[in-house]
């Protein structure tokens, strides 16, 4: 278990990572954005507003290595009708600064409990990807309230990893530092859209010295998945490296019955870069009010 809060190796290279993080933001934010900094249990929490100032807000959490940059492409179609909150999740690189070591499920989601308690949050729309959707799990089942409805894509704690996997991650981390062409052209052999996303694979090889601690994500139980009261859809890649999206699409059919599953071909891990519209139009119209202009999802892929 981390015994120590996740850090940059130094002060140097902290400040050198947040000058590549504020030139992205400013460069891919396509909406104006209030950053505001939160207090938790375990740190300092960074999150960026966009959208009315009214009404039940979708959170955005990302997954391993990943910050609210992650969400760039989302920022503008979602705060065209709902309040955006893109966090920069605890223990990840990024401007949130963690303090105390998150060395339980129940600790990382308290950090999530506490951020949505200082902005007020009353039914919120959590959204997840990968460890993201394991926080937000956690964070559930913790009891923290204040959330209407969650949205995991991908997400962790729903099978176990494999060496698949680890020679997916592996893959992405050494075609990271390829040349742009090759590294596009990389993204289809290995199954990892976010290859052709040049300012995150930026950001992500700035971040290259910071010291992640956080725990793995375990597996999942079948009562307590049961355990969970508010409505729950699962976006899964086709060709996810982290889960066999049939199995775990089956077992949920079993299990949690109303919960909306759905597999998105031609998807991998890297779901939320390969099929953003996609996504967008699956938080805007669940649990199943939709907002104006917004059509119903197509359901065609979605396994109950």
Known sequence: MPDRPSSFVSDSARDKYYATYDRLLRELWPVPV??????TRAGSVRIHRAGPTTGDPV?????????????????????????????????EPGRSVQTRPLATGAEVGGWLTDMLDAV???RAHVVGSSYGGWTAVEQQRGGGGRVAA????????FAPLTGRFYRWALAGAIASMLPRTLRHRMAGVAGNGTLREDALMELMLAGRSFRRRLPMPPIYADE???????????????????????????????????WRVEIVPGTGHALPVEAPDLVVERILTFPGQAWPGIAPPNHSATHR
């Open 59 to 91: 959170v955005l959490l990302a997954g391993a290595g990943g910050n609210a940059l992650a969400w760039y492409r989302y920022m503008e179609p979602l705060a065209r009708r709902r309040p955006v909150l893109a966090v920069d999740p605890l223990g």
């Open 34 to 39: 209030d950053a505001v900094d939160v207090e």
């Open 120 to 122: 007020g949050a009353e």
């Open 224 to 258: 307590q998945v049961r355990e969970l009261s508010v409505p729950v859809q699962v976006l899964l890649g086709e060709r996810s490296a982290l889960l066999d999206a049939e199995a775990v699409a089956a077992r949920l059919a079993g299990i949690a019955p109303s």
């Open 150 to 157: 969650l949205t995991l894509v991908d997400p962790g704690g």
